[in-house]
């Protein structure tokens, strides 16, 4: 007989967590789910510290949990907000602080408590949905997602782009949408069109230096409502720009819409390889396929002398796709052109020149495995 909700969430009420209390009394269990044998939930930790002092509190919830009659599988996912929690943040909202000047964001009250749903759905019209995610911030997922799209649209693919890198996102920028609004009509998003994509970002639904902060449920509702409630129209392939990590996005994502798939992009250093291992273990307990590794800033080629140098070393996601026995999909050189045409809403897929073929070739090996 299956488990019941009440009984998982008084097992967890037996697990103490440092400092007194329990998982429970102290509101750390977010997106619990029941389905059949099968346990999910999230542990939310205030911050990287509190979710490190959390492990073992992980390991002892699992190994209660899993010796309940009726439990076959545990997974729990460990997150912690990459912005911090602002002080007085009303439970269950979304705060807003006021940017300088720009128009008021279209009328549509975005996020808000998820609806109900049995489990992953399609989104309408939408063929194939790519996560694009990365371990460690700041390796260049959204680059490669912007000039991904692009080479993908110029290779005749119906593109979509949705930012949900609701911590940063630049999507607007990298595409030349700033300061442009999606329309709404109360029901439905518009989205804007930028180099061939379709493109929604939860950044076009604020003012410019808007921050937010968010939590696991309401995070959920606005992601449901950009999926659902945005007019993507007939797309062959929606790439999903996830914030850094492993959190309550990825989680919120996989758990609402059929993903198609994952793309982990990843510098060479090893230290950004060891936080995609975590990225690639994260999606496999979420049961979305990891379609293979991208590595970005490969190779910079001096642009006087055409010198070949490796600034972050070479060829280390290769090797590490191999040992996972994941596809390795190629590599991006390190290449200033790539962040001026970024900072200036032109990404440097939309040009002609070796980056943009660079872009180009990951498009063609995507399309031609069937993924996009
Ligand atoms: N191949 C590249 N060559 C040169 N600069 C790059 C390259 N890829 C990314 N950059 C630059 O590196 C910076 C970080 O890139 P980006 O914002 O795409 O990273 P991210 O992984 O999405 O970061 P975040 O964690 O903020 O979401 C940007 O200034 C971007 O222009």
Not at 64 to 82: D, F, H, Y
Not at 85 to 101: E, I, K, L, T
Not at 110 to 126: D, L, N, Y
Not at 171 to 194: F, K, N, V, Y
Request: charged residues 20%.
């Amino acid at each position: 007989m299956a488990i019941s909700r009440e009984r998982v969430l008084s097992e967890l009420q037996q697990v103490a967590i440092p400092g007194g209390g329990n998982l429970i009394s102290a509101d750390l269990v977010r997106a619990l789910v029941i389905e059949g044998g099968v346990v999910r939930f999230v542990i939310e930790a205030a911050d990287a510290d509190a979710a490190r002092a959390l492990g073992p509190v992980e390991a002892d919830a699992e190994r209660r949990l899993k010796s309940l009659p009726g439990v076959e599988q545990v997974q729990i996912v460990m997150t912690a907000p990459a912005a911090p929690r602002r002080a007085g943040a009303p439970q269950g909202d979304v705060v807003a602080r006021s940017g300088q000047g720009g128009e008021a964001p279209p009328s549509l009250k975005i996020g808000r408590h998820p609806t109900p749903q049995a489990g992953p759905e399609p989104v309408s019209g939408v063929k194939r949905i790519l996560a694009i995610g990365s371990g460690k911030g700041g390796v260049g997922k959204s680059t490669l997602t912007s000039n991904l799209a692009v080479a993908l649209a110029r290779a005749g693919r119906r593109v979509g782009l949705l930012d949900a890198d609701i911590y940063g996102p630049s999507q607007p920028r990298m595409l030349g949408l700033t300061g442009q609004r999606p329309s709404s009509d109360g029901q439905m998003i518009e989205p804007l069109h930028a180099h061939g994509v379709t493109v929604m970002s939860l950044g076009l639904m604020m003012k410019e230096g808007e921050a937010v902060v968010w939590r696991g449920p309401m995070l959920m509702g606005a992601l449901q409502q950009m999926l659902n409630q945005v007019k993507w129209g007939e797309l062959d392939v929606l790439l999903v720009d996830l914030p850094p990590g492993t959190g309550d996005v990825q989680l919120s994502l996989c758990q609402k819409a059929q993903v198609t798939g994952a793309v982990i992009v990843s510098t060479p250093q090893d230290v950004a390889l060891i936080d995609a291992r975590r990225a690639i273990d994260m999606f496999n307990k979420l049961k979305t396929p990891v379609l293979g590794l991208v590595e970005n800033m490969s190779t910079y080629v001096c642009p006087n002398c055409g010198h070949e140098a490796h600034l972050f070393g070479h060829g280390g996601v290769a090797e590490e796709a191999r040992e996972l026995g994941l596809p390795f999909l190629g590599e991006i050189p390190l290449n200033l052109e790539v962040r001026l045409a970024g900072d200036e809403g032109v990404p440097v897929a939309a040009t002609d020149g070796p980056v943009s073929q660079a872009f180009a070739r990951l498009a063609e090996r995507l399309v031609g495995g069937g993924m996009a």
